[in-house]
């Protein structure tokens, strides 16, 4: 390995257990929350990486006060640390195909939107045709789901798919999902019996957070028309956007399958916006036959596609 300048050569593998809890903290800043992530005290975790450390003869992380970051050679070891683990797991995943059995431990990342209104009619089906997968069930924004896979800690992400996706990630689209405007009942926008967009950027909005991928969607449609919607607030939780809407705080844009008599649909002429759900995948990682299995579910639910 290269790191400052220096060739360094291990005396002895490293230990995998040690290479997690490195990549822990560059990912997380912390040794505290890497050490809940891996459910070890700050500790043990502070020992795994002392004993990385001492095994290649540099340090890893500067800390400054509560600040971690990474050295440069710690920067140099990241990406070659993934591309370690990632090597064993897929090696694992394929020697366990061998057998056809649809087994062993399936990481599943999905949105909580997802998760709550798609997937448990699928995930029972599954479950019960496939009771030998622990499903490891991991509940996040799309776009942090979208990370989880691209770095091999999730096998497959159910999620917001984003407007475009590029390689090695490979979206697979299977439901669509139409947004519809909404307001409060009681709602200026939604007494007024013809409305366009220009009249909706005139009031206050409840987004979610700019980095979502739902975001970049609705913002997309105001920027076509020169518009900029007011933003008052933000929030990635679909279910306060409603509540806050409810409440007559602001308007915003909802999946309609969250809509009912809380909150008004504004139709807009000539506007119908829509997202698609879907799932991804990693093209150059082994998938286990229990991802496999899952892909297939999830496959045959694209013919109910709008």
């Known amino acids: 390995m290269y790191a400052q300048g220096i060739i360094i050569y291990p005396e002895r593998p490293m230990d995998l257990a040690n290479l997690n809890a490195f990549i822990a903290i560059a990912e997380t800043g912390s040794f505290s929350e890497a050490g809940e992530r891996l459910h070890l005290t700050q500790p043990a975790v502070s020992k795994r990486i002392a004993g990385l450390e001492q095994q290649l003869g540099v340090r890893l992380f500067d800390r400054l006060g509560r600040e971690i970051g990474l050295t440069q050679a710690g920067r140099a070891l990241l990406p070659r640390a993934y ?109 007024s019996q013809v409305i366009s967009l220009a009249d909706v950027a005139q009031h206050p909005a409840v987004f979610p957070g700019g980095n979502t991928f739902t975001h970049h969607i609705v913002q997309r449609l105001f920027e076509a028309q020169g518009l900029t919607p007011n933003i008052a607030m933000s929030t990635n939780y679909l279910e306060t956007i409603k509540m806050m809407v409810s409440i007559g705080l602001a308007w915003s844009v909802l999946p309609r399958t969250m809509l009912d008599e809380q909150v008004a649909r504004l139709p807009i002429p000539g506007i119908q916006l829509t997202r698609q759900l879907g799932y991804i995948l990693h093209t150059e990682r082994t998938l286990s036959n229990a991802a496999r299995a899952f892909m297939d579910l999830l496959d045959s639910q694209r013919d109910d596609l709008a």
């Not at 448990?120 to 997968?133: E, S």
Request: zero cysteines; a negative charge.
């Open 83 to 191: 591309q370690i683990l990632n090597v064993l797991d897929d090696t694992r995943r394929a020697l366990t195909n061998l057998s056809g059995e649809v087994s062993g431990r399936l990481t599943l990342a999905t949105s909580h939107h997802i998760g709550l209104h798609r997937l448990p009619a699928l995930l029972r089906a599954f479950t019960r045709a496939h009771p030998q997968v622990a499903l490891d069930i991991q509940f996040l924004d799309s776009e942090v789901a979208y990370e989880e896979v691209l770095h091999g800690r999730a096998e497959l992400a159910v999620i917001t798919l984003a407007p475009e996706t590029r390689e090695p990630i490979r979206a697979v689209a299977v439901w669509e999902d139409p947004l519809d405007f909404v307001a409060a009942p009681e709602h200026p926008l939604a007494r």
